[in-house]
């Protein structure tokens, strides 16, 4: 049974579409969404969304934060992922989340911190599609 995902940020919507599976990093660490999954509201952390979907290669996202609302009912799954910054992995600069994250190291003031989690998300996610 496939989940119908929808991603958007306050600027757009990011990716919508039916997947298989949804897996997502919560502030409690990572869950799996499936069909049928019981009704669920999870605060993201800043990290990575997977989208498996049947037949096609696994699509990748970062979110910087932001809610994850699962609903399920006779119809099926609806997950919504409600970022206040989301990219797909097609759209990063890893050059430059590279070199913010260089520029961010040491940096002790919380907004240098939060940047630099999140450019560490992004070049996380290039660092494990090499692999």
């Known amino acids: 049974m496939p989940v119908d995902l929808h991603v958007v940020t306050p600027q757009r919507e990011v990716w919508a579409g039916e997947a298989e599976m949804v897996i997502a990093r919560g502030v409690d660490g990572e869950v ?3 069909g049928g999954h019981a009704p669920l509201l999870i605060q993201l952390a800043v990290g990575a969304l997977r989208i498996i979907q049947d037949g096609a290669p696994e699509l990748r996202a970062v979110v910087d934060g932001g809610f994850m609302h699962v609903t399920s009912d006779s119809e099926g799954t609806r997950v919504d992922v409600m970022a206040s ?4 992995q097609s759209e990063i600069d890893f050059e430059a989340a590279a070199r913010l994250q260089q520029e961010l190291q040491g940096r002790d003031d919380e907004e240098s911190k939060q940047a630099l989690a999140r450019a560490q998300a992004r070049v996380d996610l290039r660092t494990s599609d090499a692999r």
């Open 32 to 34: 799996g969404i499936l």
């Open 85 to 88: 910054q989301a990219e797909l």
